[in-house]
């Protein structure tokens, strides 16, 4: 009843707090033979890795991750696979500075999970919100890189579609210009307005909340099970999961509630290769099983917050105070949530991938 895990098949364990030794991972079922080393996980830990932009917490943490178990390697020039047994994945904190929180040890921050957490369990690490900091989904990025591994062939891409009150012109959208800006930003002309924008937010201390967009191409139809083992009901649970997330759309989301019935439906004709979709509202998935399109998901991060400006509170006595937190935030942590909803998509493909071979065996 821990509920640190999620996954059937391929199932992720994640491990650590903000402010400890280390954070890491256990990713179980993951099929053997797979080539896996550190550098095909690196490579997507590089892109949330903090203090990269002058619009992210300045935390410098090189986020580098040791494959502790699960690989094998048989020579010296053999490469290094998967044997099918647990993956253990771990990564170092370097650059905690536990001393900024401890005026607020006895307070409970607004936004945050202070009061739920010592509510819950009698107890809570005040040390950057211990377990539910969003450093822990350093660890959610590493078994991303494993789960990629598992779908060879699908395409799982995250960009940042709103920051703010600002949106993108889709019409401007572009996948090359994800990797060119700070904000994984497919429209450049929006790159250059959220830099201005959030320079003055973050110079008044505060914060905004942000959209993420996650598109996954190449998936096949026929994954995802009908009733409660839908596919975009298990999208909708890892992204809701994640750390500051208010909410999760697929295709079009609550757009179609203004849609009629000739609008909204996904029209069909026969392709070359089987039936073809003339519109994707419904992001991919049809009654909880993918149909071939692009599986499509957004979810909605809310304001950092831990903001500089005073807000009222109470203390574990239950006296009113006020409270400003002091430390290193991020003043729009939705642009570092793109590579972690990349990832948990990419962990949920993996998973209902297996399902569907153990239950149709293709």
């Not at 959208?173 to 700070?182: F, L, M």
């Not at 203390?315 to 935030?329: C, F, I």
Request: net charge neutral; proline share 6%; aromatic share 6%.
């Amino acid at each position: 009843m821990s509920h640190n895990s999620f996954g059937h098949l391929f199932r992720v364990t994640t491990f650590g707090e903000s402010h400890g030794p280390a954070l890491g991972c256990v990713v179980d079922g993951c099929p053997p033979g797979l080539a896996l080393d550190a550098d095909d996980i690196q490579g997507f830990l590089d892109r949330r890795r903090p203090g990269q932009s002058r619009f992210t917490t300045q935390r410098q943490e090189p986020d580098r991750v040791k494959i502790l178990s699960g690989v094998f390697a048989d020579g010296p020039d053999a490469p290094q696979l998967t044997t099918g047994t647990p993956i253990a994945l771990m990564i170092e904190n370097v650059d905690q500075r536990s001393k900024d929180y401890g005026d607020i040890k006895d307070k409970y921050r607004p936004g945050h999970a202070d009061f739920t957490y010592e509510a819950k369990y009698g107890i809570r690490d005040y040390r950057g919100g211990g377990r539910s900091s969003a450093r822990e989904t350093a660890a959610r990025v590493a078994a991303g890189g494993v789960a990629r591994k598992v779908i060879p062939g699908v395409s799982v891409r995250g960009a940042l579609v709103q920051v703010g009150p600002h949106r993108i012109d889709r019409s401007r959208w572009d996948w090359a210009q994800v990797d060119q800006n700070p904000f994984f930003c497919p429209d450049p002309e929006a790159a250059v307005l959220w830099a201005d924008y959030l320079d003055g937010i973050r110079k008044a201390g505060s914060s905004v909340g942000a959209v993420i967009e996650v598109v996954a191409e190449g998936v096949p139809a026929g994954w995802g099970a009908p009733v409660y083992g839908k596919l975009d009901a298990d999208l909708a649970a890892a992204l809701m999961s994640i750390n500051a997330v208010k909410g999760v759309e697929i295709g079009d989301g609550f757009a179609v509630a203004e849609l009629t019935g000739e609008a909204n439906a996904d029209e069909m004709r026969q392709g070359n290769a089987g039936p073809r979709f003339l519109a994707n509202h419904a992001g991919g998935i049809l009654g909880g099983i993918s149909s071939g399109q692009p599986v499509v998901a957004r979810f909605a991060v809310k304001p950092t917050s831990s903001i500089l400006t005073p807000r009222q509170t109470v203390d574990r006595s239950g006296a009113e105070t006020d409270l400003l937190t002091k430390g290193r935030h991020d003043p729009c942590v939705g642009i570092r949530a793109v590579p972690v909803g990349e990832a948990m998509v990419a962990c949920v493909l993996a998973d209902h991938f297996l399902r569907h071979r153990g239950q149709t065996g293709r």
